[in-house]
Nanobody, 123 residues
């Protein structure tokens, strides 16, 4: 059974930084492309970033480009999201997800999801 466990969320002031981590177990981590999504109260789930499984190509949603960085450590079965210059509008529950393939900017491509971690940015 594949499990994803996120950590690293919390409360931070605007312009601060946080690093989210997501550990994957139950299947070879290198099989998956990994993504981060977020959902704010009253809003739809939003694509944040994704990283390919074997060539580490990355993509970012427009709201986070230049501020967030996704990375992965296949030896540790872990994907990271470094978030800098945080804004109040980044406040959301952040979800880690694993994909076997497909249109990686869409949540429909992801087969497994973590439970989410809350990120709150105060102004």
């Amino acid at each position: 059974q594949v499990q994803l466990v996120e950590s690293g969320g919390g409360l931070v002031q605007a312009e601060g930084s946080l690093r989210l981590s997501c550990v994957v177990s139950g299947r070879r981590f290198g099989d998956f492309a990994m993504g981060w999504f977020r959902q704010a109260p009253g809003k739809e789930r939003e694509f944040v970033s994704t990283i390919h499984w074997n060539n580490f190509i990355t993509y970012y949603g427009d709201p986070v480009k230049g501020r967030f960085t996704i990375s992965r450590d296949n030896a540790k079965n872990t994907v990271y999201l470094q978030m800098n210059s945080l804004k109040p509008e980044d406040t959301a529950v952040y979800y880690c997800a694993a994909s076997n393939g497909g249109r990686l900017l869409s949540d429909e491509a992801y087969n497994y999801w973590g439970q989410g971690t809350q990120v709150t940015v105060s102004s």
